[in-house]
Each structure stands twice: as C-alpha cells, then as structure tokens.
C-alpha cells in the first residue's frame, strides 16, 4: 500500500514537471490574450497522478482562431510531438464534452508524454459550477486533500483512473465522506443505479 509520504512526493514532482513544461512552451504567454486564464483540475488543486495539466480561458466570444496561431506556434517547438484542436461547440448536444474550443497540446518531456488541456469558452458553460465552482478545493481539510490524492494515486496505479473513476468522481466521493478504494466503488455504484 502506498504511503501519503510518497504519494506527496509524486504529485510534488508532477507539479514541478508541470510548471518546468509551462515555463518552457511559455504556455501562460500565449493563453492570456484569449481571456480569463484559470489553472484547474489536479494542478491546480495540488492532487496530480498523472502528467496532465488543465486550463479553462473564460471570454464572452469564444473563437478557434487564436487558437490555430497558438497550436501552429507550439507545434514548430522542440518536443511536441501532437496538437489537436476541436470546435467542442459544434459538437451534438448529448456529447459528453465541455463546450469549449479546445486545444490539446502534447509535448514529450523526460521521454514521457504530457497532455496539456486548454478550454476557451464562455463562463457559463464551466462544468458542474454547483459542485466544482473556482476556489472550491481551498475548503479542503488537509484530511480530504490527503484521501483524494491516496485514492486517485491507488486508481492510478492500478490502472484504474481516470477511464473507470474520474477526478470529479474522487471528488465528490470523498466529499460525501468516502475515504477507502471499496467506499468509492459503493459510492459510485450507488450513484449509477
């Protein structure tokens, strides 16, 4: 059983991986002119397993425009080894998307891949706001930090996350008080039947 010591020690080492990777496409740079920038997700929060980082950009106006200057600037980098971009507005109604224009940036750092997920898109198509509103991970006990990153870190590992359990899945769980890998898979039962 893995240890909060060493599943700290991961997630310390991802997140300063993550922000060497940010720091070196100068993602940030690029981003800011397309609106309201917010890291989110397991970087943002300090609860990373995997090599992925994740923003939201809020405008009134999103538009795939800048992004193809941004994708075609970042593909001509050293290490990049994929781009894709998708209009997630045109996308039918019951996709399971975040309607968004997207851009999807995968460099490899390490000889890893990275994926770096970049959402343009209005404010209030931002998922689950009731639940998952920005800022809502700073009323984390350091209890709960503590249970999410152990129970994520175990998926992980077991190849169980993020296809069987997502992050929000954890999330909520452990809000409800979930704080073992057979709670979770209750919780989640329960919620599907």
């Known amino acids: 059983m893995i240890s909060i010591e060493e599943a700290n020690a991961r997630q310390a080492n991802l997140q300063d991986t993550a922000q060497d990777i940010l720091d070196y496409y100068h993602i940030e740079e690029l981003i800011v002119p397309l609106g309201e920038v917010h890291k989110v997700g397991s970087f943002q929060y300090g609860l990373m397993v995997r090599p992925d980082i994740d923003f939201q950009v809020y405008t009134p106006n999103p538009s795939i425009e800048p992004l193809l200057k941004i994708a075609n600037n970042v593909m001509l980098s050293d290490g990049v080894g994929k781009v894709s971009l998708h209009n997630q507005y045109a996308w039918p109604q019951n996709a399971s998307v975040t309607k968004s224009m997207y851009l999807g940036i995968k460099p490899v750092w390490n000889n890893n891949f990275w994926q770096i997920d970049i959402h343009v898109m209005k404010p ?42 997502s992050s929000v899945d954890v999330y909520k769980a452990v809000l409800h008080g979930v704080s073992s890998i057979e709670q979770l898979e209750q919780f989640t039962n329960s919620k599907t039947n």
């Open 124 to 165: 209030e198509d931002h998922v689950d706001q009731d639940n998952f509103y920005l800022g809502w991970e700073k009323e984390l006990t350091q209890e709960q930090k503590d249970t999410i990153l152990l129970l994520k870190t175990i998926l992980n590992d077991n190849g169980r996350y993020p296809d069987e359990f």
